[in-house]
């Protein structure tokens, strides 16, 4: 496998948890230097489908916006940078994003699932 000259960092993201229990989202990093990331994502899920959603955070501790009414997050209110979507259980999607400093969110919205745990803060250092 060739190495391109300037390698990317890549990131491993799991997510599991099925309808009605505990749900997750973990990276196996959670600071990574800035620049070109590749999230390589698994669902580890046996029947419940996921997302990973990445989203930019104006600082470490945003209050995330949630619309009560449908259990989910407000995507519309964070500056989203790409998301691997619909998910299966069992399948793997990739994301690859330019990161500049700063702290940022991975999460799964479906509906509940991100109540129910399935996010993740990764940090972007110079």
Do not use: W
Not at 4 to 24: I, Y
Not at 32 to 38: D, H, Q, S
Not at 84 to 106: C, F, I, R
């Amino acid at each position: 496998m060739a190495t391109p000259s300037l390698a990317a960092t890549t990131v491993q993201v799991t997510e599991g948890g099925e309808g009605g229990g505990p749900m997750t989202l973990t990276v196996d990093q959670s600071t990574v230097k800035a620049g070109e990331v590749i999230f390589k994502v698994h669902n580890d899920a046996m029947t419940e489908e996921h997302e990973m959603v990445l989203v930019k955070l104006k600082a470490a501790d945003q209050q995330i916006p949630i619309i009560q009414s449908k259990h989910r997050v407000d995507e519309k209110q964070l500056k989203s940078l790409g998301e691997v979507s619909d998910l299966k259980p069992g399948a793997d999607g990739t994301l690859k994003a330019k990161l500049a400093p700063g702290s940022y969110l991975l999460l799964c919205n479906i509906k509940g699932h991100y109540e129910a745990g399935m996010h993740a803060v990764l940090t972007a250092v110079k």
